[in-house]
């Protein structure tokens, strides 16, 4: 079973910055890409960035230039650098990986989601 867990997320100050990651484990064959959402109370879960197996990334226009995806291949993992942090990225982040388990089809898999509040 293909578990994803998160981590680094807390409370920082507008203007500061925070480095999540999320590593992926289980019997996967390989990972076509990982990524992160976002969802703030009583609002709809919205993409935030993505990288591809191939580096290619992309990014939501309200965090390009602030955030960077980026993925260690070797450890399956995927982690989002994100600076210049306003009070409006507060929300919870969930990262999600779209891969292949042995004798399985490609399916999408969430982690638990990691708390992100920035302070004004």
């Known amino acids: 079973q293909v578990q994803l867990v998160e981590s680094g997320g807390g409370l920082v100050q507008a203007g500061g910055s925070l480095r999540l990651s999320c590593a992926a484990s289980g019997s996967i064959l390989s990972i076509n890409s990982m990524g992160w959402y976002r969802q703030a109370p009583g609002k709809q879960r919205e993409l935030v960035a993505t990288i591809a197996s191939g580096g290619n990334t992309n990014y939501a226009d309200s965090v390009k230039g602030r955030f960077t995806v980026s993925r260690d291949n070797a450890k399956n993992t995927v982690y989002l650098e994100m600076n210049s942090l306003k009070p409006e990225d507060t929300a919870v982040y969930y990262c999600?990986?779209?891969?292949?388990?042995?004798?399985?089809?490609?399916?999408?898999?969430w982690g638990q989601g990691t708390q992100v509040t920035v302070s004004s």
């Open positions: 999600t990986a779209r891969l292949r388990e042995i004798l399985r089809s490609q399916r999408d898999y």
